[in-house]
């Protein structure tokens, strides 16, 4: 489904994306580890188009969507929710939902699906009319979560979901991204948290300062204390990068 | 009671005038980041172009003015955006700045140059823009009515789009967060376009009735009124929708007051009593009246 061939992202003179190729098959979940810095969020930033690329190709399907805008990318069925969240914050969570409809013109599907997304995290039920930035930190991951499958994706990109979580939550997110896989979604999730992240990917590739550095089933990752060690820095039964 | 009335609607137009253009003001630089220096010569082309219409096609109503007016101020908005600023939308906030001056200079000295306009040019405006209507016994100019309506209608449409539909609550979550919203599928260059459009329409109603009042054109007369603009949206907060229609307003009310307070003998200075109570409140609340302290550090992307 996804293709990224060789892509490079340079800010000035610094490379923090060089030459990193991965590929994402349908129906897939694939992890993408590393510290903080590796270049995770540049990478699938480039993907979308969000930042140039210094050099490289993407394919999604087959197109060559490397020079193509993020919003052409989006319609193409390829997204991202992006770190740290960002939900619209002066609107409110129906809004929220609403415009990340915004390109599609079935209303009655539009309706279905928010009312589907709503069954699913109910929290935004009871919210539906508030201001997205009353919401706590775990219900705008839920939020952000639910934006961008209105837009009804093919691949969903999701950048750190588990940040500044509770481990409570982090594991209700992981279980919901275990349910879009059930519903045909393809997803590529860039986390510092590695070890909850393996749980849930098929495959894993791991960056560092900008390069790749591993890339293997999840499993053979985390049967391999060597390789969590070396690649991650944690042994058995820690949890890698992300704090709490 | 008259005298009052008359003086409240005296704010309310002039003040309805500032709070327009400081709500196009507003939303560009909401949206993109962009201070709108060239703001004044939309207002310039909307009154030319009249003026050319009025000259060419000698039209049998002047009724026909005001329509061609508004729609000059909204294609020179759009041509604004397009040939100017969608260059140099990825730059640093100082290069919009720095080329929406040099457009301004740019149309300045082509109505000076080209068009030769350098003396004021008669206008007609419809007979009735100029004429007064009694209501309970109140002596009342409409075109001062006509400009306080006008501009009410024109916020209460603009709060329906910002509110209910797509392209306004993508205007709306644009001025935080661009980047979010083409991730939403949106495209940027529509959100830009509907805030040009948008400013260019409001601009477009105050040369409309800017023209009424003056009944002339020239090459400058789109600069005394963007300059209040801006010290209304500045008073308000810059970038606040609500703070240019506050700002706009209180500007107006204090026009009015102090020409009203004012002795005859210093009246002239009347604007300089205005901007140094602006100062008096910008030094109390640096951030305008509705403006959030961090609002130039948190726009991301």
């Known amino acids: 489904m996804l293709v990224v061939d060789r892509l490079s992202v340079a800010y000035g003179s610094i490379k923090a994306v060089r030459e990193v190729s991965l590929r994402v098959e349908k129906g897939e979940i694939v992890a993408l580890l590393g ?53 619209f914050g002066d609107l409110t969570v129906g809004q929220n939902l609403r415009l990340g409809a915004a390109v599609r013109r079935d209303r009655d599907g539009i309706a279905a699906d928010i009312e589907q997304m709503l069954t699913m995290f109910p929290i935004l039920r009871e919210r539906f009319a508030s201001r997205a930035q009353t919401l706590s930190g775990g219900e705008q991951q839920q939020l952000a979560i639910a934006r961008s499958m209105m837009s009804r994706p093919k691949l969903l990109m999701l950048d750190e979901p588990s940040l500044g979580l509770a481990p409570r939550l982090v594991e209700q997110i992981f ?13 590529l ?22 390069r790749l550095q591993f890339s293997g089933r999840s499993e053979d990752l985390l049967a391999s204390d060597d390789l969590m060690e070396h690649y991650l820095g944690t042994g058995t039964g820690g949890h890698a990068g992300a704090p709490g | ?77 759009v041509t604004f955006e397009r040939v100017a ?98 991730l939403m599928g ?30 002339a054109v020239d090459p400058f007369m789109g600069f005394s009124p963007v300059l209040k603009a801006f010290v209304a949206a500045v008073l308000g907060g810059f970038g606040s929708l609500t703070g240019a229609v506050v700002g706009g307003l209180a500007l107006g009310v204090a026009e009015v007051l102090f020409q009203i307070v004012l002795p005859d003998k210093i009246a002239g200075y009347r604007d300089a009593f205005v901007f140094l109570l602006v100062g008096a409140v910008l030094i109390l609340r640096p951030q305008g009246l509705f403006g959030r302290k961090y609002q130039f550090g948190d726009k991301e992307g």
């Open chain 1, 35 to 87: 510290p903080n810095g590796a270049g995770k969020t540049s990478l699938i930033s480039a993907i979308v188009g969000l930042v140039p690329s210094a050099g490289g190709k993407v394919e999604l399907d087959g197109t060559d969507i490397s020079r193509k805008r993020t919003e052409d990318i989006v319609r193409l069925g390829a997204t991202v929710t992006p770190e740290g969240r960002k939900i």
């Open chain 1, 175 to 187: 279980g919901l991204i275990t349910e879009l896989r059930a519903k045909g979604l393809t997803l």
């Open chain 1, 189 to 210: 999730v860039v986390e510092q948290n590695a070890y909850d992240a393996l749980a849930l990917a098929d495959r894993a590739y791991i960056m560092n300062s900008g």
């Open chain 2, 1 to 77: 009671m008259d005298y009052v009335i008359q003086q409240v609607l005296n704010a309310a137009s002039i003040g309805g005038e500032y709070a327009l253009l400081a709500l196009g003001l507003a939303i560009v630089f909401s949206v993109m980041g962009l201070v709108n220096f060239a703001h004044g010569e939309i207002i310039t082309i909307a009154g030319f172009t009249m003026y050319a219409l009025f000259i060419f096609a000698s039209p049998t109503s002047a009724w026909w003015l005001l329509p061609i007016g508004i729609a000059a101020a909204i294609a020179a908005a």
């Open chain 2, 85 to 182: 600023f969608r260059p140099v939308r990825n730059a640093p906030a100082t290069t919009g700045l720095l080329t929406a001056f040099g457009v301004s200079i740019v149309v300045k000295n082509f109505f000076v140059s080209v068009v030769g306009a350098t003396r004021p040019r008669a206008v007609p405006t419809p007979d009735w823009l100029g004429s007064q209507i009694v209501i309970g016994g109140v002596h009342i100019q409409t075109l001062q009515l006509l400009e306080a309506a006008v501009t009410a209608i024109a916020l209460i449409a603009l709060l329906a789009l910002l509110r209910g539909t797509n392209i306004g609550l993508a205007m709306r979550a644009a001025a935080k967060d661009f980047n979010t919203v083409r």
């Open chain 2, 186 to 215: 949106i495209r940027a260059n529509q959100v830009v376009l509907a805030a040009f459009v948008i400013s260019g329409l409001l601009a477009g109603l105050a040369a409309v009735f800017i023209m009424a009042r003056r009944g």
